[in-house]
């Protein structure tokens, strides 16, 4: 049996909340802190915030028992042996990570500091930082002795965060002491040492018993840039596949089929080999900048990431493009929108480009209509409801009369509509698919005029009139 941690997790968004509720389900007792204290009260209440699979469970099962939440830092640091950080690291109006959230919990757990603690890094931060929350703390007082700083970053995807933190493709822990690597070595000793995965009721994924995830011991600076390396590296795999797909456009091309020859290859892997509307969320266009602006500071070159950018601004730009062709001309249209989150399964909106395209299009003289399953809530606090701009209830409500259908996020049950109902309740039969959700054939075959990313346009086949008619 693994001994229990006690863990405080400061930050009960995102990254915080799944790593405190996944933290209880491998056995440790743990207090998540947030300075908000409507957000504590929903919280303790059951109430998750964040549209995440898995999560209600995890927070019905393990809430005011083995997860408490507190607005008291003091409290909730006492008896803990290690304090994950994972707050926001929003990008500056430079590029760089706004690390101020870091800095001002830094500064307040050494306020509280009685005994030897590790300090960890969950927020995603560049290297160096745990330099500057180890001089942070010192300069409030606290003897170099009492403590150690860590980086663990995480591996999420909004979505799927639960399953990615349980069942991970590895762990790793940047530590500079054989100490703090112990206690991180054993707080994640139920996922490695394959004890988690014998138990009963356990969340389902690709680790087992007898394949446990590895956990890699680093530098701290090491995993630091093993974050924003893996992230800008995903985010190339994306803006590559997004301007191959415009060279098959531009040559008839098609580029699933492209995509997958590349990714049969398994020195490439298939995975963020998809084209769409261009990366977003919170994660892939802060990191990208931050790693960008980094490397500038260092003097290191790293101009491919200005292109990397380059291409997810220009995949907007041209799928604006691809919905005037289909129309002629924008002003004065009515479209319907499905998908306002960055992607599918979840409610996030950061730097979505779903609704980058939706201002686009109003910004054109569009009126829009949208719906999606989890982030209009959201979306209706930045993108307001009025003369035109409507929220739906519904995708073929969205379409009533409309002169075009987009299909601006890969929500699972945006790829099996009626398409018979859906021509239908449009005034022209006009899909532009922006995540490629449907094969040209049969988009055309129910009708549509359908245009998608990397493939040539599909029409409906016209029946030739009679010699006799």
């Given at each position: 049996?693994?001994?229990?941690?006690?863990?405080?997790?400061?930050g009960?968004?995102?990254?915080?909340?799944?790593?405190?509720?996944?933290?209880?389900?491998?056995?440790?007792?743990?207090?998540?802190?947030?300075?908000?204290?409507?957000?504590?009260?929903?919280?303790?209440?059951?109430d998750?915030l964040?549209?995440?699979?898995?999560?209600?469970?995890?927070?019905?099962?393990?809430?005011?028992?083995?997860?408490k939440?507190?607005?008291?830092?003091?409290?909730?640091t006492?008896?803990?042996?290690?304090?994950?950080?994972?707050?926001?690291?929003?990008?500056?109006?430079?590029?760089?990570?706004?690390?101020?959230?870091?800095?001002a919990?830094?500064?307040e757990?050494?306020?509280?500091?009685?005994?030897?603690?590790?300090?960890?890094?969950?927020?995603?931060?560049?290297?160096?930082?745990?330099?500057?929350?180890?001089r942070?703390?010192?300069?409030?007082?606290?003897?170099?002795?009492?403590?150690?700083?860590?980086?663990?970053?995480?591996?999420?995807?909004?979505?799927?965060?639960?399953?990615?933190?349980?069942?991970?493709?590895?762990?790793?822990v940047?530590a500079?002491?054989?100490r703090?690597?112990?206690?991180?070595?054993?707080?994640y000793?139920?996922?490695?040492?394959?004890?988690?995965?014998?138990?009963?009721?356990?969340?389902?994924?690709?680790?087992?018993a007898?394949?446990?995830?590895?956990?890699?011991l680093?530098?701290?600076?090491?995993?630091?840039?093993?974050?924003?390396?893996?992230n800008?590296?995903?985010?190339?795999?994306?803006?590559?596949?997004?301007?191959?797909?415009?060279?098959?456009?531009?040559?008839?091309?098609?580029?699933?089929q492209?995509?997958k020859?590349m990714g049969?290859?398994?020195?490439?892997?298939?995975?963020?080999?998809?084209?769409?509307?261009?990366?977003?969320?919170?994660?892939?266009?802060?990191?990208?900048?931050a790693?960008?602006?980094?490397?500038?500071?260092?003097?290191?070159?790293?101009?491919?990431?200005?292109?990397v950018?380059?291409i997810?601004v220009?995949?907007?730009?041209?799928?604006?493009?691809?919905v005037?062709?289909?129309?002629w001309t924008?002003?004065?249209?009515?479209?319907?929108?499905?998908?306002l989150?960055?992607?599918?399964?979840?409610?996030?909106?950061?730097?979505?480009?779903?609704?980058?395209?939706?201002?686009?299009?109003?910004?054109?003289?569009?009126?829009?209509?949208a719906?999606?399953?989890a982030?209009?809530?959201?979306?209706?606090?930045?993108?307001?409801?009025?003369?035109?701009?409507?929220y739906?209830?519904?995708?073929?409500?969205?379409?009533?009369?409309?002169?075009?259908?987009?299909?601006?996020?890969?929500?699972?049950?945006?790829?099996?509509?009626?398409?018979?109902?859906m021509?239908?309740?449009?005034?022209?039969?006009?899909?532009?698919?922006?995540r490629?959700?449907?094969?040209?054939?049969?988009?055309?075959?129910?009708?549509f005029?359908?245009y998608?990313?990397?493939?040539?346009?599909a029409h409906?086949?016209?029946?030739?009139l009679?010699?006799?008619?």
């Open positions: 049996m693994n001994k229990s941690v006690h863990i405080a997790v400061v009960s968004g995102y990254v915080g909340l799944v790593a405190a509720v996944c933290f209880a389900e491998m056995g440790h007792q743990v207090t998540c802190v947030d300075n908000d204290p409507r957000k504590v009260a929903a919280l303790q209440g059951g998750t964040i549209h995440e699979e898995h999560l209600p469970e995890l927070l019905n099962r393990y809430r005011n028992t083995r997860v939440f507190t607005t008291d830092l003091g409290a909730a006492a008896d803990a042996a290690a304090i994950f950080i994972a707050v926001g690291t929003p990008q500056s109006e430079t590029g760089d990570a706004d690390l101020s959230y870091v800095e919990v830094a500064c757990i050494a306020r509280h500091l009685t005994s030897y603690k590790v300090i960890v890094e969950k927020s995603t931060v560049p290297v160096y930082t745990n330099e500057w929350i180890r942070s703390i010192e300069r409030n007082g606290v003897d170099r002795k009492m403590f150690d700083v860590v980086s663990n970053p995480e591996f999420l995807r909004e979505g799927s965060a639960v399953s990615d933190f349980l069942h991970p493709d590895r762990i790793v940047g500079d002491s054989e703090a690597a112990a206690i991180l070595a054993d707080i000793a139920p996922l490695t040492d394959g004890s988690y995965y014998t138990g009963k009721d356990i969340f389902p994924g690709m680790c087992t007898d394949a446990p995830p590895p956990l890699l680093t530098s701290t600076k090491s995993a630091e840039i093993i974050k924003h390396a893996s800008a590296f995903l985010a190339l795999k994306i803006s590559f596949i997004n301007a191959v797909s415009n060279l098959c456009e531009a040559t008839d091309a098609n580029v699933q492209v995509a020859g049969l290859d398994t020195r490439i892997g298939p995975k963020f080999l998809r084209p769409g509307i261009g990366y977003g969320g919170s994660c892939f266009p802060k990191d990208v900048a790693f960008r602006s980094v490397a500038e500071q260092m003097g290191v070159d790293f101009s491919l990431l200005t292109e950018e380059k997810n220009q995949q907007k730009k041209r799928f604006l493009s691809k005037r062709a289909a129309l924008l002003r004065g249209k009515k479209i319907a929108v499905l998908g989150a960055f992607k599918g399964d979840t409610d996030d909106i950061r730097d979505s480009p779903a609704i980058e395209m939706v201002k686009m299009l109003l910004g054109e003289g569009c009126s829009i209509k719906f999606d399953p982030a209009m809530e959201r979306t209706q606090a930045v993108v307001p409801a009025g003369p035109r701009m409507e739906a209830t519904d995708a073929y409500s969205a379409a009533d009369d409309a002169d075009a259908l987009l299909i601006l996020t890969d929500w699972a049950e945006f790829g099996h509509l009626d398409l018979n109902r021509r239908s309740t449009l005034r022209y039969p006009i899909l532009v698919d922006g490629n959700m449907y094969e040209p054939a049969a988009a055309a075959a129910a009708g005029n359908y998608s990313i990397g493939r040539p346009a409906p086949v016209r029946e030739e009679s010699s006799n008619a």
